[in-house]
């Protein structure tokens, strides 16, 4: 089905000559082959034993084809792009409600084909049948994926953009040179405020003020939370970021914010640095003030790393992250991004968890977490869900230099139970001497970085053992809480200058099932491996 696969790159680079020229061939292609199965002898053929589940395989195909052809993807031809694109600091709202039911017409054709795709048993049919089928359900979902996006977009975006109103947001740029579940820890804000299209961004008051904890426990965060990382997640938004999900983050920054500065926010929008570079990949280099060029090739590394040599006051180190994260975010709202790479970057992003959002409107907030975008510990909520995260315990901004790998293996030997066990491995490349006073702390050794890392099982699970380098840790000698019924694991890893350990968590449990692991974790500045590996007898 290349076609298809031809009209997803034209609609994402509104290429609108090319989509039609698609969809014309796409249309007259499914009609030949649907016109082909369409009967009486094909339809008798199809109650034909052996042969029957093929037969009708080609016909349900061929009919959807062309219901795709004629509905969801003559839809698309009707989609403007360029109306979700932000020009001149404004995003268009009529042209946003002209094609929303273009959008939405495309997404429930889509969503109807997958459903009738997915349920043709694959392993029934022969291979020649069985390929075209799984080919055009694979199509369909990278398709479906775009135009479920511009779906939810088309619905979230005119309210959150002002078109009944005001809205205000507050930027997070999260600092992943001092870990934290989703990230890093909140070192930089800016103020977002849209009406009626309208973007504009404003400095941050004091983040430092922003950073003070609370006086009083935040009611948005619940009991689990702070029984795993203590009071400070219900009054700080630096321990807050520890939180599991980034909802509970974000409401702590909305309270504080509100608690500061007197206004309430309608939500909270997070880039974490390596997202910022992403962005910069779609915008090209942004100049600052002070004539230091970002690119997305050394926007990480300056904004995490050599920013502590160049300013060794932290405040002037913070408040040059906040001015270059809000002037890449400037650019573009500014238009300086051509759509397909704007989108990439934020789907890019958005896959390895380096951008959220969380709306203060409960409606507006269920389409969020539709899209991935809610920073949940796991997008989606499944009993095979594994999740990793890191958080720093030393406030110095050493996991510039920190690595991590994470490998889950499912021993399924047994019939009656599972066993699972997690590694997570930590190599620092800290250097031992040299580091700029901003990097030394007053009580370790110069280099040491020291890691809590938490391991969450799948429900269900319960610990078994666990490793910390070549040592076994008793049971009882561990750190366990419970997070949504879920078994969690606390163990802290301190390392020198330039070393590695791992630790391994086996959790098993009895009855229990997990087809298919999901693995989640901490992003940090470069990728962290992820293997998973399933063991059979």
């Known amino acids: 089905m290349p076609l298809v696969a031809d ?11 090319a989509l039609d020229d698609d969809l014309d061939a796409f249309l007259r292609h499914t009609r030949d082959a ?28 061929a009919d959807l084809a062309v219901a795709v ?44 084909a997958r ?32 135009v479920d996006g511009l779906a939810t977009a088309a619905d979230v975006l005119p309210a959150a953009l002002g078109a009944e109103g005001e809205r205000r947001y507050v930027l997070v740029f999260p600092n992943n040179a001092e870990l934290r579940t ?65 909802a509970t983050t974000a409401q702590v ?36 003030s002070d004539g230091t060029e970002l690119t997305s090739e050394n926007a990480a590394e300056t904004l995490l790393w050599d920013v502590y040599e160049r300013y060794p006051d932290p405040f002037e180190h913070d408040a040059f992250y906040a001015g270059a994260s809000s002037s890449i975010f400037l650019a573009v709202v500014n238009g300086q991004a051509p759509l397909p790479p704007l989108v990439a970057a934020l789907a890019e992003s958005a896959q390895q968890g380096r951008f959220s ?26 009993e095979s869900d594994v999740a990793v995260a890191f958080n720093d315990l030393t406030g110095l901004k050493l996991d510039a230099r920190l690595d991590a790998t ?55 699970f319960a610990v078994d053992g666990v490793r910390q380098g070549a040592a076994r840790i008793a049971i009882d000698d561990l750190e366990i809480g419970r997070y949504d019924g879920r078994t969690v694991v606390t163990i802290g890893v301190a390392l020198a200058a330039g070393a590695s350990d791992e630790v391994s968590v086996r959790f098993r449990a009895e009855g229990v099932d997990a087809p298919e692991l999901d693995v989640t974790s901490t992003p940090m500045i470069r990728e962290t491996p992820v293997r998973v590996v399933d063991v059979y007898c």
Request: charged residues 25%.
């Open 7 to 17: 009209i997803q790159a034209d609609i994402v680079s509104d290429d609108r000559e």
């Open 34 to 61: 649907a016109d082909s199965v369409d009967n009486d002898l094909w339809r008798a053929a199809e109650r034909i034993p052996l042969a029957g589940p093929n037969l009708r395989a080609v016909s349900a195909t």
């Open 69 to 112: 052809a004629e509905g969801a993807v003559a839809e698309a031809a009707g989609i403007d792009i360029e109306a979700f694109r932000p020009v001149d600091g404004r995003i268009d709202l009529a042209a946003l409600a002209a094609t929303a039911p273009s959008v939405r017409g495309a997404d429930a054709t889509i969503d109807a």
């Open 115 to 146: 459903e009738v795709l997915d349920g043709i048993d694959t392993s029934a049919l022969i291979g020649p049948v069985a390929a075209p089928v799984t080919q055009l359900r694979d199509q369909l979902a990278r398709v479906g994926d775009i």
């Open 182 to 246: 989703h990230g890093g820890a909140l070192t930089a804000f800016a103020e977002l405020t849209v009406d009626g299209g309208r973007i504009e961004i404003a400095p941050a008051v004091d983040a430092a003020e922003l950073r003070e904890p609370a006086d009083d426990e935040i009611e948005a965060v619940d009991g689990e939370t702070v029984a795993l990382f203590g009071q400070g997640a219900a009054t700080s938004v630096d321990h807050a970021a520890m939180a599991f999900d980034f």
């Open 253 to 288: 920054v909305a309270t504080r914010w509100q608690q500061v500065t007197g206004d309430a926010v309608d939500g909270v929008l997070s880039f974490d640095p390596v997202a910022l570079g992403n962005l910069l990949a779609a915008t090209g280099p942004v100049t600052l």
């Open 357 to 382: 959002i969380w709306s203060a409107d409960d409606a507006e907030q269920r389409l969020v977490e539709r899209t991935g975008l809610a920073g949940e510990l796991e997008n989606e909520v499944r």
């Open 406 to 460: 994470v490998e889950v293996a499912a021993d399924r030997c047994q019939a009656d139970e599972t066993a699972i066990t997690v590694t997570a491995s930590l190599v620092s490349s800290v250097p031992a001497e040299g580091l700029p006073e901003a990097l030394q702390h007053a009580e370790l050794p110069e280099g040491t970085t020291v890691t809590r890392v938490d391991v969450v099982a799948p429900p269900g």
